[in-house]
RNA sequence: GCGCCCGUAGCUCAGUAGGAUAGAGCGAUCGCCUCCUAAGCGGUAGGCCGCAGGUUCGAUUCCUGCCGGGCGCACCA
């Protein structure tokens, strides 16, 4: 981050200064090999078009003034080379590296966030499973992503708020509600005939045994009464399991949105209004129909049935309606891909509302497919598979689990092998992540033990040890964390971050590997090195704490 | 039939608002502990970035068409 502003700021005002005009196409970046340099300045060849000159000559003339103005023992440019087709390829001077650890010390846990937010009120909705079931491996992964992306987003200055929106209105629920009721008068030894579409999980079974011991009477009570009271009980049990399960993936929501309360307070009446007042909606044999065609979808759809009832999608609209009222600018779904047919449909309908396209973002999670050796496990609910999250977390751990969940783009087929996630090797990044934090703190403790001092801020000069071609990629990627950070909060892709924490944990496990620390020999090379050991620890815990994944000090 | 996503090393996957010689891990293979955690490190082998066109100075990246895999197309939720 401070190279890419450095240079960017520089190479501006010395175009400026030589007149030349700076393309918007000037693509300022690190180059793929870093032999290259830090930082690669690729002249289109518009550029050069536009200075009536060619790209290498344009970029000869820049890396002389930069040679000129940059040079001396304490410059921060080290060498400027052209290259290519019009590469201007920029090293920093050791020294200007170095400066990275001191900007890790000065901001701590705060190193790497940003305010590119700009406290932007984002909400991000998430899991929102109908309460009808305990959570799965699926779920499981879009609490992950949807948790993870709310710390990104906030560590990058964004207003976060994480919402579960309860589908609690609906026929599922009367159908939760008939299951248990079955199951409780199968429990009391009355005939009952099972229909074809309920609920037949085991821990339906539970709940209702669990509700006839609290309420014997329930079987003489009228029908429609027992009917209400098995719902809500069950309903009110399998969301307390929810809960738990997510508490327990460290996962927390912080608005449980209940769509019974939507109905109830008018919402759905309000973004009819909407609809009707921006005249995207219209009667049509007996039921209220919604112009979405016109916005991106392949049919109008129904919002109110010609019986009266409302669609599931009229709730959806109200929903995301009561969302932007509530002063959201930013609204973040995470849905199960085999949603994904429902995005345009969505999509049209916050338009129809009047807001702008970039004001709302659907991330689609696709398919894990749990394995266990390579084998596909599955779907059965038979004891010694693992299809609930609850299971899953309990075989690998919390750590591990959201690593792999987070490893991978959202939108890819995921592949979780028990087995793998398991294992504490390379199989699993996790572990080498982890293991890199540990290393750090092993030796700043044995440090310690020593008696070696390592003051809690560094001057500059005690890092100019650190010179080497392994301490210089070292601090290069700790300098890149806000980019990376940065990128993942814009991007939504929490994937970004364990991929960069695995690179720069590989970079660790090689530095260690090469240079002794506190066997360096002479005192200055043992503070340099702890230094920069105890700042790529920061890192890395920073880096993790975006995942939720933990950083243990010893392993 | 229409639409969306995916095809990158033997395997699992990164990367791509167009840029230099396409990356990582695993697996294979050859090395490294009298020495701070070997849960580690270093080396080697392994690629028509699904195929064919197009746009461009330049395409794995953008467009079109195919082929292959997955998913969705209700006055269901």
Redesign the pocket.
Known sequence: MRALVHADRMLRSLAAEMNLPWPE?A?L?P???P???D????????AAKDAGCKPRELAERLAGRIRAAHAGPDADIASV?V???????LRFSPLFHQRAVLEIEAKGARYGSSGVGNGKKTQVEYVSA?P?GPLHVGHGRGAAVGDSLARILRFAGYDVRTEYYI?D?????NLLGLSVLLRAKEAAGLPVELPEDFYRGAYISDIARNLLAERPDLHALPEAEALDLCREYGMANILQGIKDDLAAFRVEHEVWFS?RTLVRGGAVERAFGRLKANGFSYE????L?FATTGLGD?????L????G????????IAYHNDKYERGFNYVIDIWG????????RMRAAVGALGREREDFEVL?I??V?LMSG?VPVGMSTRAGTFETLADVVAEVGVDAARFMFL?????????F?LE?VRQ??????V??V???H??V???L???AQEGVNLPDAVDAGALAPLDGPEDLALLRLADRFEDVAV?AAQ?L?P??IS?YL??L????????????????GDAANVTA?LALLRAVGRVLANGLELLGVNA????
Not at 83 to 89: D, I, K
Not at 284 to 287: H, N, V
Not at 309 to 316: I, K, Q, R, V
Not at 424 to 429: E, V, Y
């Open positions: 196409k693509v970046e180059p793929k090999d032999a290259h340099g930082l690669a300045a690729n002249l289109a060849l518009v080379e290259a290519g087709p019009g590469f201007l390829n109908n009808t589908n209105a609906g026929r599922q629920m769509e049509k044999d007996g039921a129909w392949d049919k109008d759809r129904v109110r049935k010609s019986d009832s409302l669609t599931y999608f009229a709730s959806d891909a085999d949603h994904h047919g429902y995005v345009p689609l696709q398919l497919n390579g490893s991978r783009k959202c939108d890819s087929h995921l592949d092998d793998l504490r090797s390379m199989d699993n990044p572990y080498y982890q293991y890199a540990a290393r703190h092993a030796l403790r044995r440090a990128s991007k892709a994937h970004h991929a695995t690179e944990a590989g970079l660790l496990h090689g530095w260690y590997a090469k240079y002794p620390v506190l066997k360096a090195r243990p000090e010893s392993m």
